[in-house]
């Protein structure tokens, strides 16, 4: 219902917006951490990134991020740069204090299982699990034949199984690169499913393989949901909502940059792979749709669906109140129609016994 809700809303937001503006209103410098652990400088995307997407103010942390760095942010993007290196307690705490303040985003982004890429995996699920979220990355990559940048393991993710509640977040973008991405899977009550065949509560799928998909596992653990060799159309990106706290969590089976290649503009680095006359893709601006989204209007519309949700509850309160309005009067009906039938019995044994009991009193 309230997945429902939230596409009447942006609807109704972007309608007003195309009536009553001719360029977007944004919100004044709403602040991103970038924590690409591990690194030394920005790599050439996030270069690009911090250059093209000069409306938001942008923090990098190379080194053990701490409650400090995240003063005022209103999203960040963890992201391994160096994939030995895992994240303390201390850091997870830090993250876990400023996200349960509420109205926070996190993108936490993986790899493949394919060699010392793998140790990304096992991080970023230490990083999921203690935010309490319901998304997981799987111990498997995942190819794709027909949707690629010249090879099976550059998957270009499609957004056609997007989840409509949010299909804005893939307006304008038809492919995004995943290099070598892992699989996103759910974890409820203790168990590990498919998102493609499992509805988890406030998890949506934004992007995926094509249906033809293929399971890779190179290294141990075995996967913990699918089997090396399984086809389909397998969750790359996937997002997370929580309406009571107006918490986001966004999960990719790799990263927007700071690894090998990432989602932001790979034609910037290779046009010749992923330019318009190759193998085209919008990775950049899938992104910005979803920073856009997570630091300008995603709260505005969280609210308003726990607002219409309230007034739902009222409402179903209310109509409970009638239907045992009803209920009464129904048996109060009933209830009158028994002592009229009782009325009347007594008004006829009243008549009998006056007309035959009276003459013999009077003799």
């Known amino acids: 219902m309230k997945k429902r809700i939230l596409s009447i809303l942006l609807l109704t937001t972007l309608a007003l917006s195309f009536c009553s503006v001719a360029t977007p209103s944004f919100a004044a410098n709403p602040k991103v951490v970038v924590h690409l652990k591990g ?13 093209n997407m000069s409306w938001v103010s942008w923090s990098i942390v190379y080194d053990d991020i701490a409650a400090s760095d995240l003063t005022g942010a209103d999203m960040l993007i ?3 740069a160096d994939s030995s290196l895992e994240y303390t307690d201390d850091e997870l705490a830090a993250v876990k204090s ?26 970023a699920n230490s990083a999921l699990e203690y935010l309490g979220s319901s998304l997981r990355f799987e111990a498997s990559s995942v190819e794709d034949p027909v949707s690629n940048g010249g090879a099976p393991y550059r998957v270009l993710g499609v957004s056609d199984n997007v989840d409509p509640e949010f299909a804005h977040l893939v307006s304008g973008v038809e492919r995004g690169l995943f290099h070598g991405p892992g699989i996103i899977i759910g974890y409820v009550d203790g168990s ?9 509560p406030g998890v949506s799928i934004i992007m995926t393989t094509t249906d033809v998909g293929v399971v890779v596992d190179s290294t141990e653990p075995s996967p913990e949901v699918h089997e090396a060799g399984d086809e389909g159309s397998f969750p790359v990106m996937a997002m997370e909502v929580d309406y009571d706290s107006g918490n986001i969590v966004i999960a990719t089976g790799d990263a927007p940059f700071g690894q090998y290649m990432g989602l932001y503009k790979p034609e910037m680095l290779r046009a010749d792979r992923y330019g318009a006359d190759a193998n085209p893709q919008q990775g950049g601006r899938l992104f910005e749709n979803i920073v ?3 630091t300008q209007y995603g709260g505005m519309l969280i609210d308003s669906v726990n607002e219409i949700s309230g007034l739902e509850s009222e409402v179903s309160g209310l109509e409970g109140d009638v239907a045992g309005l009803e209920a ?6 009933s209830s009158a129609s028994s002592w009229q039938m009782y009325a009347i019995a007594a008004l006829l044994i009243g008549a009998v016994v006056g007309f035959f009991v009276g003459p013999m009193l009077k003799k």
């Not at 690194?39 to 250059?51: I, K, M, R």
């Open 192 to 200: 590990y499913v498919a998102l493609e065949d499992t509805d988890v």
């Open 39 to 51: 690194a030394l400088n920005p790599d050439t995307q996030l270069t690009y990134v911090t250059s």
């Open 98 to 123: 400023w996200f349960d303040k509420g109205g926070k985003a996190v993108w936490i982004a993986a790899d493949s299982d394919y060699g010392n890429d793998a140790l990304r995996q096992a991080t």
């Open 78 to 80: 963890m992201i391994q």
């Open 328 to 333: 009464d009067l129904a048996a109060a009906q």
């Open 292 to 294: 856009d989204y997570v």
